[in-house]
């Protein structure tokens, strides 16, 4: 348990100094937050008297748990395996499950970091609603996003050998995502083709629960999505543990 400790520990000192993981998690989030608010915050929302706003901030806390995955994970893996840092970790008994379990809980702490500076910012400029049940539910809704996508991010890791290429990848996958599950923008203001393209996408059905539970519904009334994520995961998992390297070929 200590050297387990000291392994999170270094390793949360690593992702601090990252100012890159800085910025798609404390920073990025906040400008599309601005951004977008300013541009439609207080138009109506789908539902009676709701707002714009009411939608895009869940999203955005979902929209954190990507980023953490497709770049932090998934770069940051890479790089302690190209620093030859994963190869020293073999030799100690430190199994790669420990090693992937340290990085899942840094990434659950700065998505919950992150998620709490969105709606913190959202309360202040937009004076948005926050119920109790709403924000445990929020909470319920990220944790089960995090088990597939942060195994997305790992099995990433496991594809290509340097930051760079790494980079490349985690930005054809983050961007389609980003604009086809409805988090850039409502799902019914894209054209057919391209909501037909949304179903088949996991990041739709999470974005759809974060923001159904945010508004006060119960995850039950998400059981396609929480299906949907459920397959997800357990695809990525066995991928990310199939794909685990401790060196690079």
Not at 45 to 68: E, F, K, Q, T, W
Not at 222 to 240: E, K, N, P, S
């Amino acid at each position: 348990m200590n050297a387990y400790l000291k392994l999170i520990s270094f390793d949360l000192r690593m992702y601090l100094r990252d100012w890159i993981t800085i910025f798609w998690v404390l920073i990025y989030p906040v400008l599309m937050l601005l951004i977008f608010g300013s541009m439609y915050g207080d138009q109506p929302g789908s539902a009676p008297g709701s707002r714009y706003i009411d939608y895009y901030v869940p999203a955005l806390c979902v929209m954190n748990v990507m980023s953490v995955s497709v770049f932090t994970l998934n770069i940051n893996m890479i790089t302690l395996r190209e620093s030859g840092t994963l190869r020293r970790f073999r030799v100690t008994p430190i199994r790669k499950s420990a090693v992937l379990t340290s990085h899942a809980v840094q990434g659950l702490l700065l998505v919950l970091a992150g998620a709490a500076e969105v709606i913190i910012v959202g309360k202040l400029v937009w004076d948005i609603q926050i119920t109790v049940q709403g924000l445990l539910l929020l909470i319920c809704s990220i944790l089960i996003g995090c088990i597939g996508f942060f195994s997305l991010g790992f099995a990433l890791s496991g594809l290509t050998s340097t930051p760079g290429a790494a980079s490349g990848l985690a930005m054809a996958i983050f961007f389609p995502m980003l604009f086809l599950s409805g988090i850039s923008m409502p799902l019914e203001y894209l054209p057919k083709v391209m909501q037909a393209l949304s179903d088949w996408i996991p990041m739709t059905y999470y974005v759809e629960m974060a923001q159904g539970v945010w508004q006060g519904h119960s995850l039950l009334n998400y059981g396609q999505g929480l299906v949907v994520l459920a397959i997800f995961a357990a695809v990525c998992i066995a991928l990310a543990l199939r794909l685990f390297r401790w060196e690079n070929r």
